[in-house]
Structures are given as C-alpha cells and as structure tokens.
C-alpha cells in the first residue's frame, strides 16, 4: 500500500485507531528509522494505522529567520520516498508558523493529538519535546494519558543513544566530504535530485560531457566541493558517474558553486530532465588547472579510479 500524506490535520481522513509519532525527522537516519519500525510494527500488531506527524517549513526557519543557513539533509520529496520505503501508511505534513507555535503543550495534546488525530497509542523517543517553550515531553503525554484514553510508548533511552547518529552530525559529515559516514548513518547513500540545465560546455571539448544540476530545494545541503562517485538514475535507470562540486576555478573563476557530472559509457541529451544522483565516495579537493590538458589528464585519472571503486570495466 502507498504513503497517504495530508496537508495538515484540517485535511485528515478517517484514520483507524492511529498509532503516532511525531517530529521534524530532518534527514530520516537510523534513529529515526528506529522509531518508525516500532511504530509500524505497533501498528500492525494492533491492524492499526501508522502515522507520522512532522511540520513543514522546518520549525527552526520560522522561530528563527535571522539564522536562516539551515541546510535540510532531505526535501520533502526526499523524506517522502524514504517513509513510504520503511512501510509508514500515513505522514501528516502540519504547516508550521508562529501561530501554530504559540501552542501550549496541553493544547498541542487536546487541539491536535486527541481532537484531530485521535490517536489510541503514541510512539515517542524518551528526549522528544514539544508545545511551546517545549514544555512538553513523554512525562507530560503520560501525565494526561488516561484523561484522554491514549497510550504512551517510549522509545528508551539505550535503543537511540546506543546508534549514536544525529542530524547535525550528518550535516557535519557532508559538509566535510565524509560520505561514508554520512551514509552509515542514513543507512543508505545520500542523494541529490534536480533538474538537467545548460552549462558551458566546456566538458564536451576534451571528451569529458556533463550534466549540470539544478537542485530541486534551495535549502538542501549540498556535499563539501570536490570530486565523487556516484551513481545516477535517471528514466528509471542506473549509470555510474564522477560529480564535480565547485566554482570550476580553471574554467570560470566563479563565485557560485555548480554540481556537474559525467555519466559513464552515456552520451544522449538529456536537458530539462529530472535526474537523482547517489554519493558514494569522495575522490579529492577541486583545485585549479593552468590548462585544459592538465584538466583533462586529472579526469581521466578520476574517471579510472571511479571505474575501479565501483569494479566497473577500465575504458
């Protein structure tokens, strides 16, 4: 069965005795997947409903606008595929706003869980906050369980810290070029999507065509600048590729980063198309060519790495 996903709880449907969790779930790693595969095994051992509760714009850039460098580990379409991928049946998506903050815990609980939601069970990490001034946490939800006839689950302490994985520590693994690290904690390869746009084509003169991308959300992380393999999907297909993030110091002398890449053994046009690009590993630094041989000689050398690191046939 496919993920429903509501427009917030004003747009519900009839959901069978849900059993909930909720948060920002930015990038959905193996903490969070923890807390998934409880509920949907909860749920399913009860023929109940699954149920996501998260908040979209991330609550950071609204209570926050000032500090507005949030790199988001997933878009939502990202975050989407990956629930529906685990089993979850239904993800609401609360729009969040300043007003919508200003809730109390209690009226959180009542206005939104109980009234809107009427959730029989709620999964929760044993640190999870909410309401305003996150006052909120499991305490409280247990505190009003059997006011409101619901039950309270915790997720304990030793089953989320014994993964030690965070959000921010993938962040920092990406903005470092740690691909492998950010990869085992999202316990699969971190992705790009976007649109095929015109470059300069610059790569097509020394045997080296690319793709330039054009990232689908501006407020997605994008890897520390350098060479990588990947691999790309693209019209329900999978290729092998090296990526190069960067200004292209040797060509340009740009002070906007572009994502470009060369698609193994693949020479069709593809502009306007919607492509994903997986990471796998980080090859080395961008650094600047005096010329377009010295460029091209590096490539081929990228290239032949790239070809070894995923066993592919040396051209």
């Known amino acids: 069965m496919s993920m429903r996903i509501f427009n917030g709880v004003e747009n519900l449907e009839e959901l069978n005795t849900p059993v909930l969790t909720i948060g920002t779930f930015d990038g959905i790693h193996l903490g969070h997947q923890k807390i998934i595969k409880n509920l949907i095994r909860e749920a399913r051992s009860t023929n109940s409903d699954s149920v996501l509760l998260t908040f979209f714009p991330h609550p950071r850039m609204v209570l926050f606008p000032e500090n507005n460098n949030l790199q988001l580990i997933q878009t939502q379409e990202e975050k989407y595929n990956k629930l529906a991928e685990l089993g979850l049946k239904n993800t609401i998506v609360q729009p969040f706003s300043k007003e919508f903050s200003k ?3 209690l009226e959180f609980i009542e ?3 109980v009234n809107k939601i009427r959730a029989k069970k709620i999964i929760i990490g044993y640190d999870h906050q909410f309401g305003n001034s ?3 946490n499991i305490d409280f939800l247990r505190e009003y369980s059997d006011k409101f006839g619901y039950e309270v689950i915790e997720i304990p302490a030793k089953e989320i810290d014994e993964i030690n994985v965070s959000s921010t520590k993938i962040r920092t693994a990406l903005n470092e070029g740690d691909i492998e690290t950010a990869n ?3 316990n699969s390869a971190f992705e790009i999507n976007g649109i095929v746009v015109h470059g300069n084509k610059i790569g097509r003169s020394i045997n080296f065509p690319t793709a330039n991308i054009e990232i689908d959300d501006k407020s997605k992380i994008i890897p520390k600048n350098g060479v990588y393999a990947v691999k790309v999907f693209l019209n329900e297909k999978k290729y092998f590729g090296m990526l190069n993030i960067g200004t292209r110091p040797s060509i340009s002398k740009q002070l906007s980063k572009t994502i470009e890449v060369n698609i193994f053994d693949f020479d ?3 502009y306007d198309l919607q492509i994903k690009i997986t990471f796998h590993k980080h090859i080395r630094e961008e650094k600047y060519f005096s010329n377009l041989e010295e ?12 070809r070894a690191f995923f066993e592919l046939p040396l051209v």
Do not use: H, P, W, Y
């Not at 460029?295 to 790239?306: G, R, Y």
């Open 103 to 105: 809730l109390t815990a």
């Open 111 to 113: 206005e939104i869980i």
């Open 134 to 136: 996150r006052e909120g």
């Open 184 to 186: 085992l904690f999202l």
């Open 268 to 270: 069709e046009m593809i």
């Open 295 to 306: 460029l091209k000689s590096q490539l081929q050398l990228d290239a032949s790495f790239i």
